[in-house]
Nanobody, 125 residues
Framework: QVQLVESGGGLVQAGGSLRLSCAAS????????MGWFRQAPGEEREFVAA????????AYADSVKGRFTISRDNAKNTVYLQMSSLKPGDTAVYYC??????????????????WGQGTQVTVSS
């Protein structure tokens, strides 16, 4: 069974930075694509970023390109989301997710097999 545990959320002023972490348990992390999604109040969950195993390919939502960076430390079974130049519109609960398909870089929510509990990010203006 895979467990994903996010951390690093919090309150930050517009223009600031945060780094989210997602620690994965279980061998499924190996060869899996990892993704970050977010959900604002009253909105649907949306794709933010994804990274394949072992980290050669990445994808980003247009809204975060150039501001967010996804990375992974495979020795630590951890994926990160470095967020910079944050805007109030980035306020949401951020979720880490795992797609056990090998080598597939997907932005589709339904393709992800496992999800974390989420971490709140609030950006004040």
């Amino acid at each position: 069974q895979v467990q994903l545990v996010e951390s690093g959320g919090g309150l930050v002023q517009a223009g600031g930075s945060l780094r989210l972490s997602c620690a994965a348990s279980g061998r499924t992390f190996i060869r899996s694509t990892m993704g970050w999604f977010r959900q604002a109040p009253g909105e649907e969950r949306e794709f933010v970023a994804a990274i394949t195993w072992p980290g050669g390919r990445t994808a980003y939502a247009d809204s975060v390109k150039g501001r967010f960076t996804i990375s992974r430390d495979n020795a630590k079974n951890t994926v990160y989301l470095q967020m910079s130049s944050l805007k109030p519109g980035d306020t949401a609960v951020y979720y880490c997710a795992l797609d056990s398909s090998i080598g597939v870089l997907t932005t589709t929510l339904s393709r992800y097999d496992y999800w974390g509990q989420g971490t709140q990010v609030t950006v004040s203006s």
